[in-house]
């Protein structure tokens, strides 16, 4: 079994992205600028937006983090992402997502500046990835295409199982996955809430991509021998031996599942990195395309 390290692969990547930066900075050029906004901040999403903003600062970008209180209205929130729209020192920026129930999301997905959404979230740069034409690919699905290729994990006519259907990762992966393209071509099966025969078609995979949410729902049994595992699952699950009442926990079982696995992921360290690195590199493409 290989552990496929997000980590280090996301270092990777943002070492290459540092080295662009740097040049950016010799000839005189704009410094990448991303922002992120949170609004009504809890634990996990403070931890995730403060992570973003940390990699900015180790590739050399300028970031801002816009802190917004969980009272806010709709509308004054539509009036900061105008803000962000208008702000030309800012090349992206993202919504952290959940917003409070009270806000609607799509709205406000629906105001961001597509040429800004480096999340690519936008109608307009799901209409395009979906088309195979260039655009910001949501940073999750991408990092995963980008860990694959980098491992050189075989897609190509491969069967590959998508647990899960959500606007940020299982669709957009199922989407990428089938694609012409590098770390595509597969034969891809969506499943979620409402498939009757889950475990007969994961059996029958060769790679399974597990995001629903669900703290350690993909189980050994469910698994054949030598499959590949990409865990996106990020759970906080109570325990109480630890000093701070939690431990982390993915959508598989990392116990059974890794003892069939070829290759599987690490929660943490697998997945959730990539998904910063990539954003990083949808934000160095937002600035270049600014300066064309
Ligand atoms: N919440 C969980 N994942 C994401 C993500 O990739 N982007 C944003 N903006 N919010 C998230």
Redesign the pocket.
């Known amino acids: 079994m290989i552990l496929l390290d997000g980590k280090k692969t996301a270092n990777n990547i943002k070492d290459e992205i540092a080295i662009e930066v740097k040049k950016i900075k010799e000839n005189g050029g704009r410094i990448p600028h991303l922002a992120a906004l949170i609004v009504g901040a809890d634990g996990a999403s403070l931890t995730y937006v403060n992570s973003k903003v940390k990699a900015c600062q180790r590739v050399g970008f300028n970031s801002t983090l816009v802190d917004l209180p969980i009272d806010l209205t709709e509308e004054q929130l539509l009036n900061e992402i105008e803000l962000l729209n208008k702000d030309t020192e800012i090349d992206g920026y993202?919504?952290?997502?959940p917003l409070p129930k009270h806000i609607d999301e799509q709205k406000v997905l629906m105001a961001v500046d597509p040429l800004k959404d480096v999340?690519g979230f936008h109608p307009t740069n799901v209409g395009k990835m979906t088309l195979e034409l260039p655009t910001f690919l949501p940073?999750?699905p991408y990092g995963i295409i980008e860990l694959l290729e980098r491992y050189k994990i075989e897609t190509s006519g491969k069967s590959v199982v998508v647990v899960g259907r959500s606007h940020?990762v299982g669709r957009p992966m199922s989407i990428l996955l089938s694609q012409k393209r590098k770390a595509g071509n597969a034969t891809v099966t969506l499943v979620h809430s409402r498939t009757t025969n889950l475990k007969e078609i994961t059996l029958k995979a060769d790679i399974i991509v597990v995001a629903l949410g669900s703290a350690e729902f993909l189980t050994g049994d469910m698994v054949q021998e030598g499959v590949t595992i990409i865990d996106v699952g990020i759970t906080r699950v109570k325990d109480d031996s630890r000093k701070n009442g939690y431990r982390l926990a993915g959508d598989v079982h990392f116990e059974s599942v890794s003892k069939k696995a070829a290759y599987i992921t690490p929660v943490p360290g697998g997945v959730g990195p990539m998904?910063i690195a990539m954003l990083l590199k949808n934000t160095l493409l937002a600035c270049k395309m600014k300066g064309l």
């Open positions: 993202i919504v952290q997502l999340d940073a999750t940020i998904t």
